[in-house]
């Protein structure tokens, strides 16, 4: 894919699959897929756009942050958005790589993207997370998504551009040190539902977290 042509592309599908040293050691039926607390590929793009030999993933997204282990850093940066009366400092950003690699580095946190086909009407990723150092035994999940061509063509115009999503965490942190000071606590709320819990964070701390 390259060329002035973009391409859109939406998840249209998904299969699951699981390997793991504790039931036959190969891949079969991801039996834990609905299984609270089971392992998750935290991020899947729904939306991949392939314009002139290059992958634009919208990088404005806090990639449900809340949920895992960026509670943190999401807070702090709505309290910074929140300070400065400006919402949109990530408007215009994406994460770009080229097409052509075999696998496609920065996409997330846990797992490694690989294309398994790109045409003009259909995109497939597999997207494989190694979750065996967390429990001690073999644990690998992958997931194989297939996206869907839609009838938009959309030129990306990008303000900031980002190799990683922890390329884009860096310029977060920078922007609350640049703003707050490196060691200042920030005041943050915690939770996804009231009662939140008040707290504070420094970019230090952050920094020390999720650059290292």
């Known amino acids: 894919m390259s060329g ?15 390997f793991s040293s ?13 299984s609270y607390g089971g392992p998750t590929l935290h991020f899947m793009p729904e ?5 002139d030999g290059m992958l634009w993933l ?21 309290s910074f958005c ?21 696998s496609w580095p920065g996409f997330g946190y846990d797992y490694e993207a690989v294309p398994l086909k790109i045409t003009d009407s259909e995109l497939i990723v597999m997207y494989t997370g190694d979750f065996s150092a967390n429990i001690g035994w073999t644990l690998v999940k992958r997931i194989i998504v297939t996206y ?3 009838d938009k063509s959309e030129q990306p115009s990008a303000n900031l551009v980002f190799s990683s999503f922890k390329e884009r965490d860096k310029y977060m942190i920078d922007m609350l040190s640049d703003c707050y000071g490196e060691s200042t606590p920030i005041n943050i709320k915690l939770g996804l539902y009231p009662p939140l ?5 420094t970019a230090a701390e952050l920094r020390q977290k999720h650059l290292r």
């Open 197 to 201: 819990t008040h707290t504070t964070v």
């Open 82 to 102: 929140k300070d400065t009366r400006k919402d949109n400092y990530l408007d215009g950003c994406y994460i770009v790589a080229p097409v052509a690699e075999k």
């Open 148 to 150: 869907e061509a839609v």
């Open 58 to 78: 919208d990088a404005r997204s806090i990639c449900a942050y809340g949920y895992y282990y960026h509670e943190e850093l999401e807070a702090a940066w709505s």
């Open 22 to 34: 504790e039931y036959d050691s190969k891949w079969g039926e991801d039996f834990l897929k609905n």
């Open 4 to 18: 002035e042509t973009s391409k859109t592309y939406i998840m249209k599908a998904e299969e699951s699959y699981i």
């Open 47 to 51: 939306e991949i756009i392939i314009h």
